[in-house]
């Protein structure tokens, strides 16, 4: 055993070996695409990954802060300046004052404007706040701060943006406090300078923050990080999910696309996506439902419209996969597989808006449209972009589909054509073709030389030709009586039928053993 295998070892050839070197150069330029590719992948992910939540407060004052003052005391309209002045500085969102306009006269209309997402939050000074800032000043009567202003937010238009937003307005309004403070202060010593008469008098909490604020946070209270993550990772599961069916064809698809017409090649996929899609999309639907939490009590409406953004979602995908396996090199694929995940994941996690221009690209893409829509399903309504993001996915599903119907019927034609292989590269050349004629040459060749042994008449030996003049001429009287009947006979057979190459090779045979004969005859009576 130990004898063959160093057989079989020496019959392999070195990895530095001449006879390899067409290996090893195909070899390097593998692993030199195969940077360049992970190159490729590599930057627009990350760049996307990075560039979709990097730097928000750039672009901070594209976010708009609604504000309304509903109180017209003097206490309220020092805040109101402070506030404006806080909002004027770099990297601040931009403030939307509203005070007077009579659709956000009351608080409601102001809630429902943060809700629909007109503005990311809003800035109320409540009514009565300048009374009651006046009166436990002067009387020391009861105070709390934070019934100043109220702040409007509504964490699920975006998790990660509206917690940046809202850290911001934070910042700038807990900044004012103790300038808001020490102008009431110097304001209620007046023109008596008795600094000790008003901190006897004031309510203590009065002076050292006669302001605050409360938050309200107005989206629904089972809305929450984990509510966010299952809107993201269900539409991650549908993607891969959406993966599973394209391999499946792909590992049985080569008879179809050389034996099967074209149109039920599409009709056929087609059904497969679809009914791939539904299986995937019920499955989802029901582990969003099984784990809700016990804070959201979804109904039968809601299932439904939970499995049709899924449906839409995935459907997009399974198509968009189609034309990447119809049409791209095998080499490339993976890439593409990655580039596709990783960009719409950034998309849905990180959102578009407040990024940079280029970036913005998320507002086209499914991920970041389905994830929009399941919040939105998910709080009632809150920040409502249903019809643009259902249409945008819609448009995505009919176009991949359509692309993906013309490159199947493109790649069906090509490989039955054999200028294509069901990897979506070109077949290998074609060995040389060798010129059949020496071959057909060196075979008549040999049927030449070759004796008949058709009838089983092989041709006499020299040795054993007749010596004698008598036998030459008994043989040549013999043979030529055999010739006569032999061509009648001939002659009645032809005219029925077809004669075969052995019956004329015989029949030439005779004809020269006969005229041979005749000739060696007359030269012996010559020499008699």
Not at 462 to 487: F, I
Request: aromatic residues 12%; hydrophobic residues 45%; glycine residues 4%.
């Amino acid at each position: 055993m130990l004898k063959q295998h160093r057989e079989r070892q020496a019959k392999l050839l070195p990895l530095f070996s001449p006879e390899l070197r067409a290996t090893r150069m195909a070899f390097i330029k593998g692993l030199r695409d195969m940077f360049i590719i992970f190159t490729i992948v590599y930057w627009i992910t990350i760049s996307f990954l990075y560039g979709s939540g990097y730097n928000t407060a750039r672009y901070m004052h594209e976010a708009t802060t609604l504000y309304y003052n509903m109180d017209d005391s003097t206490a309220a309209s020092i805040l109101d300046q402070m506030i404006a002045k806080a909002y004027a500085s770099p990297g601040m969102l931009t403030l939307t004052n509203a005070t007077g306009r009579e659709e956000f006269s009351s608080i409601a209309s102001i809630r429902d404007a943060v809700w629909r997402g007109d503005y990311w939050n809003a800035v109320v000074i409540n009514e009565g706040f300048g009374e009651r800032l006046q009166a436990a000043l002067e009387n020391g009567g009861d105070y709390d701060p934070t019934s100043a202003l109220t702040f409007y937010t509504e964490e699920s238009r975006h998790y990660f943006k509206v917690a940046a937003v809202t850290a911001t307005v934070e910042t700038a309004l807990t900044s004012i406090e103790a300038q808001f403070a020490q102008t009431m202060f110097v304001n209620a010593i007046g023109d008596t300078n008795d600094t000790a008469a008003v901190i006897n008098r004031a309510n203590p909490a009065a002076l050292v923050r006669p302001y605050s604020y409360t938050v309200d946070n107005i989206a629904p209270y089972h809305f929450d990080m984990a509510m966010y993550l299952l809107s993201v990772t269900l539409s991650l599961s549908m993607v891969a999910g959406a993966f599973i069916p394209s391999n499946m064809w792909k590992s049985i698809e080569e008879p179809f696309y050389k034996h099967v017409r074209i149109r039920q090649v599409i009709a056929l996929r087609f059904c497969i996506n679809v009914i791939w899609a539904v299986v995937i999309c019920l499955q989802s639907t029901g582990i969003a439902f099984a784990f809700r939490g016990p804070t959201w009590s979804p109904t039968v409406g809601d299932f439904f419209a939970m499995f049709a953004i899924f449906l839409l979602n995935t459907l997009a995908f399974t198509f968009y996969i189609d034309c990447l396996q119809n049409w791209i090199h095998p080499k490339f694929l993976i890439g593409a597989y990655f580039i596709t995940l990783l960009v719409n994941i950034s998309g849905a996690m990180f959102g578009s808006e407040l990024n940079n221009h280029f970036f913005r690209i998320a507002y086209a893409l499914p991920f970041f449209n389905s994830g929009l829509t399941i919040r939105t399903l998910l709080t009632g309504g809150s920040y409502n972009k249903t019809k643009f993001s259902v249409t945008i996915n819609i448009l995505w599903t009919l176009v991949w589909w359509i692309v993906s119907t013309f490159l199947i019927a493109r790649k069906a034609r090509l490989v039955r054509a054999g200028t294509l292989t069901m990897a979506n590269v070109p077949p290998p050349p074609a060995p040389a073709a060798t010129s059949a004629a020496p071959v057909e040459e060196e075979e008549e060749e040999e049927r030449q030389m070759k004796p008949s042994s058709t009838a089983g008449d092989a041709a006499l030996p020299a040795e054993k030709l007749p010596q004698s003049s008598e036998s030459l001429a008994s043989v040549s009287t013999t043979d030529m009586h055999d010739e006569r009947e032999y061509d009648s006979t001939a002659s009645s057979y032809l005219s029925e039928s077809s004669p075969s190459p052995s019956f004329h090779g015989h029949h030439h045979r005779r004809r020269h053993a006969s005229t041979n004969a005749e000739s060696v005859s007359d030269i012996e009576i010559e020499d008699s």
